[in-house]
């Protein structure tokens, strides 16, 4: 007498291929994740606060200096002097879809992490808020925007 298995295998178990590793990657990883830090991580400056929690944003825009821009809008509140830069980010859906509104998030983090390398800030938070041009925008343009929303806000 023959023993056979007590249930049947599925169709599917029979489709399926065995698991086979797949060969290392030929192309270097876009960076490197040792414990060295390279030169460029060394020259980096720290990134500044973020402004996180709704109240924050809320504090700002209540009793914040406000400054348009063709390519953003600066809300701009002055704290201690003491007290380290916070920036905060937004880009609303009016701006399109979720791949708009990241490279809108995007270049304007960009611009506010080169400008404030170049003239450093304390005591005052930002929110930098989207606008339909800012993915459009010439970056150089946008850094400009940047600068001259602070020079109006009475903050560079």
Same mark, same amino acid.
Not at 31 to 51: E, K
Not at 110 to 131: M, Q, S, W, Y
């Given at each position: 007498? +023959?023993?056979?298995? =007590?249930?049947?295998?599925?169709?599917?178990?029979?489709?399926?291929?065995?698991?086979?590793?797949?060969?290392?990657?030929?192309?270097?990883?876009? /960076?490197?994740?040792?414990?060295? +830090?390279?030169?460029?991580?060394?020259?980096?400056?720290?990134?500044? =606060?973020?402004?996180?929690?709704?109240?924050?944003?809320? =504090?700002?825009?209540?009793?914040?200096?406000?400054?348009?821009?063709?390519?953003?809008?600066?809300?701009?509140?002055?704290?201690?002097?003491?007290?380290?830069?916070?920036?905060?980010?937004?880009?609303? /859906?009016?701006?399109?879809?979720?791949?708009?509104?990241?490279?809108?998030?995007?270049?304007?983090?960009?611009?506010?992490?080169?400008?404030?390398?170049?003239?450093?800030?304390?005591?005052?938070?930002?929110?930098?808020?989207?606008?339909?041009?800012?993915?459009?925008?010439?970056?150089?343009?946008?850094?400009?925007?940047? =600068?001259?929303?602070?020079?109006?806000? /009475?903050?560079?």
């Amino acid at each position: 007498m +023959a023993s056979a298995p =007590a249930w049947q295998p599925s169709a599917a178990a029979e489709c399926s291929r065995p698991a086979v590793p797949r060969a290392a990657s030929a192309s270097r990883p876009d /960076r490197l994740t040792g414990v060295i +830090a390279t030169a460029a991580d060394l020259a980096r400056p720290p990134r500044p =606060a973020r402004l996180k929690r709704r109240a924050e944003f809320l =504090a700002v825009a209540a009793r914040g200096r406000k400054v348009q821009m063709p390519g953003l809008v600066l809300q701009a509140l002055a704290r201690e002097q003491a007290a380290p830069l916070r920036l905060g980010f937004t880009v609303t /859906r009016k701006i399109g879809n979720a791949v708009a509104r990241n490279r809108a998030r995007r270049r304007l983090k960009e611009a506010a992490r080169l400008f404030f390398a170049e003239h450093p800030a304390a005591g005052v938070d930002l929110v930098l808020i989207g606008r339909r041009e800012t993915a459009r925008r010439e970056f150089s343009a946008l850094r400009d925007d940047l =600068a001259r929303a602070l020079a109006k806000a /009475r903050l560079s």
